[in-house]
């Protein structure tokens, strides 16, 4: 049963039937794009254990942040050396991402620019980053 708006007009409907099409191809290629993302091979193995230090000036390296699980979720926050603060929708999501990361068997990691001393005292210790990690390279 074809779809049609009260009072639309022939044009209209042609030019919306016309996107539906576009919208259609469009998702199709999206599925083909994602098929071939998970029939990647493996990618190469990291060279070296890299290391970080935390807000509390700790050494840690790359394989610590995973602790016991396989997945890392690191996420970039907006808060270059020379910000009076972090970017407020960095925190906001941050905020969120706390109770979601543990659920993905996860172990999450915040990384910035900022100076260690000074992100250590606002965003990093707290501003949209409760409960998670906080690395600076």
Known sequence: ???SLPNESAAYRAARNELLK???????????VAALRR?????????????FRSTSGAEVSMRELFGEN?????????YGPEAKAACPM?????DGWRGQV???GANGVCRCRAIL?????????????????????
């Open 70 to 78: 396989s997945t890392l979720a690191i996420y970039s926050l907006m």
């Open 102 to 104: 543990s659920h993905a």
């Open 22 to 32: 576009a919208e259609l191809a469009l998702r199709a290629q999206t599925e083909e």
């Open 39 to 51: 029939a990647l091979p493996e990618g190469g193995l990291v060279a070296q254990d890299y290391g």
């Open 117 to 137: 001393t000074r992100a250590a005292g606002g965003a990093a210790s707290g501003e949209g980053m409760a409960g998670t990690a906080a690395l600076f390279c």
């Open 1 to 3: 049963m074809p779809v």
């Open 90 to 94: 960095c925190s906001a999501f941050l």
